[in-house]
């Protein structure tokens, strides 16, 4: 059930954007006030004519009215609008642009997005076939995640610390410990303090009756986070609650200042350090542990012919044009258009629990460990059932998205 919070009102960079720019960043506002219903009735009018029109904006509309329905539960509207804003994506693994292609405006072609974007878009997909219940399907899209999810090194290439996390919840609910044992040990490797994860492999490593590794994983979940947490392994550490909390705005793009064919990022910095949670009844309080700071995943993007590459290409044509003919080509200025309604930084958080009704208290503090009021929320009837988890996705916007309890 959604939870619409009042907030005080959330002033960040927006993209401008031609077009339908009016309904675009007016609907951006009332979801960062915590408001996804009211930015849907803005939005869809405007999405419905770019998508009749195939137009260059398309799917940026289209990924934002499926955060919109995600945040409201509608998550098969949702997976609508995120499949339908993937289909241009074999875009992104062209081999690379034409002379002619790299002479034209950027910014009028249609976006397609970075990879990491793609990536996001599925991990979404998966996320929402996950509160469904339906496994297999969500697999299906946590798998699209990790590809799209490139690296300038191959070894580090589909290392989404949220998407193998989920991916390792999915095994674990269809019985595929194995699986589930890689897909941990991989959100692991990618934040190497992230408590849920280490929870699940070692629950995972039980259930194979591979012990020889969980006292050692006991030892580190116990330096990691203390006794208290620790102690979650002598329960049923697969019924309770998992939240993830996704929090701030995803960096935002702009040109160089040199040739204006370049683009970089810029992170949007949230006044959020850390998530407390306090789930009562029983639980107590509990930290949300860091999964993904999204700047470094933009960052190191730009493998297989992507967005660096393209980039490279019109900056060099640019540029030798100017040398060779005495004039500049304004058009081949980077493409700043971005998805700002992604989150800068994901978190996780899991607790053990009875069958019951709970609530989660949430609070966010600042890098000095004050709580910052404008943040501190709460959500009531969260449902665990017997041996089961739910699961619920939180915004620093003050929306929920939550599954029956799988």
Known sequence: ML?????LSFFCSLLVLGGCAGPYTKAQMEYY???PEKAEAILKPAADECVAKNAKEKNLMLWDLGIYRFAQCNFDGAIEAFMQGVKDVEELHSAGQTVGAALTSAGSQKYVGDPIEISMAYLYIGMCYYMKGDFQNALVGFRRSLEEDLSKEQVRQGD????????G??????????????AFRKAVEHEVNLVPAYIGLYQSLVKLGNTSECEKIRGDIKTMAGDTVASFLNKDAHQGVTVAIFSGIAPKVQADAFFGAFRTRNENKHKVKTWELNITPESGPSLAYLSDE???????QGGLGGEVKKQATRAVISTGMKALLGF??????ADIRYWPTLPGYIYIA????TPGKYCIEVKGRDNKDRIVDAYSRRYDDINVSEGKKAFVVLTSFGTISSSASN
């Open 3 to 7: 939870k619409k919070i009042v907030v």
């Open 33 to 35: 006030k915590g408001d």
């Open 160 to 167: 989404m610390g949220i998407t193998n996390y989920m991916m």
């Open 169 to 182: 919840e999915t095994y674990f609910q269809t019985g595929r410990y194995d699986d589930a044992v890689v």
């Open 294 to 300: 999204m700047i470094t995943h933009y960052s190191d």
């Open 328 to 333: 500049g080509l304004s058009n081949t200025n």
């Open 350 to 353: 899991y607790a053990p629990l």
